[in-house]
């Protein structure tokens, strides 16, 4: 079994940063890619920043410049730093990983279970 936690959501106001945190546990025997998702009221669950084993990284352009997604590969986590937070960024943040598991040697997709962010003043 695979768990996600993460963590670091909240109120903040615009202009301001936050940092999210998730951090995977279990069975895993290797994570390929990690990423942040989010999803506002109404809308569609969207990818927000990516990155690769290699450390290579991919930002969607409402976020590029403003966040930085990273990993921790020996304590399998992935953090995403939000800086100069806007109204717009108000969402349910997941992470999500693509990972091998020891028992199978398949390849798996898990989810966290959402962090709200939310900006506003």
């Known amino acids: 079994q695979v768990q996600l936690v993460e963590s670091g959501g909240g109120l903040v106001q615009p202009g301001g940063s936050l940092r999210l945190s998730c951090a995977a546990s279990?069975?895993?025997?290797?994570?390929?890619?990690m990423d942040w998702y989010r999803q506002a009221p109404g809308k569609q669950r969207e990818l927000v920043a990516t990155?690769?084993?290699?450390?290579?990284?991919n930002y969607a352009d409402s976020v590029k410049g403003r966040f930085a997604i990273s990993r921790d590969n020996a304590k399998n986590t992935v953090d995403l730093q939000m800086n100069s937070l806007r109204p717009e960024d108000t969402a349910v943040y997941y992470c999500?990983?693509?990972?091998?598991?020891?028992?199978?040697?398949?390849?798996?997709?898990?989810w966290g279970q959402g962090t709200q962010v939310t900006v506003s003043s």
């Open positions: 999500r990983i693509l990972l091998t598991t020891t028992n199978s040697g398949r390849t798996y997709q898990y």
């Open positions: 279990g069975s895993i025997a290797s994570i390929k890619v």
């Open positions: 990155i690769a084993s290699s450390g290579t990284t």
